[in-house]
């Protein structure tokens, strides 16, 4: 069975680029707002990039950012150095599952945005990254998650376009994908295929992800289970509530 780290390292040249054209920045006013309101540093689970992290850097937030990609943290690093933020941007390689931190004082706001507990594709794995945050989050602190839902016709991506374009004055690219379903055990596969062509020269890029799915009362046991208290369920980055089509689905506890 595939892992959920696999094909990330391969992703890191691509991922700015997609994700501009797909989630963008609309989920980051949400978390900077909840963010405010707590006290304590901040730890994000797979930063990835920095998409998230930097913006609320920006914003004053006193910020971690644990990635199992290297190519993903040097990324995330360069655009910290551009931004003027390296002496405060502290990014972490390690393992999700083995938080390398310590108890005390612990976070007081962790968050696993945008799918991200999705790769972990074994059962075991999730419980132990839920209790590893558990032991580094505060008595009384927030734990943030953002889930994709499932889309029901994932058949018909099968070697489709996604997305084509520019992504500097000398490159475009082109996304094309297809989806597998292992519906057992709850994986959805993504083969990528980037084409990227550079004056006359064309090269393709193929790599796969996997993502588990989740429902919002899976998860909810899951958390309960690690000793977290659920305080909200929403269904978008309004605050509105969560039903079972919402665009996303996004899980509020904390540390009982």
Known sequence: MSEGWQGWDHYAPFYDWENARTVARRDVAFWRD???????????????????????????????????????????????RRAGLADRARFVRGDI??????TRPGFGFVLAPYGMLQSLTRERDLAATLASVARVLKRGGMFGIDLVPDLPRWSEYKGRVTLS?????????????????????????FDQEYVERRGGARRVHRFALTFRTLSVPQMRRRLEKAGFRIDAV???????PWHPEADVWIILASRA
Not at 172 to 181: A, C, I, N
Not at 234 to 240: A, C, E, F, I, S
């Open 234 to 240: 929403l269904g978008d980055y309004q605050g509105g």
């Open 34 to 80: 909840l963010i405010r309101r707590q006290t304590g540093a901040v730890l994000e689970l797979g930063c990835g990039t920095g998409r998230l992290a930097l913006p609320l850097l920006k914003a004053g937030a006193d910020l971690v950012g644990i990635d199992r990609s290297d190519a993903m943290l040097g990324r995330a690093r360069v655009k910290a």
């Open 165 to 189: 374009g520019s992504r500097d004055s000398r490159t475009h690219l082109t996304l094309r994908e297809t989806v597998r379903q292992d519906t057992r055990r709850g994986l959805t596969m």
């Open 97 to 102: 599952r083995h938080l390398p931190f310590r």
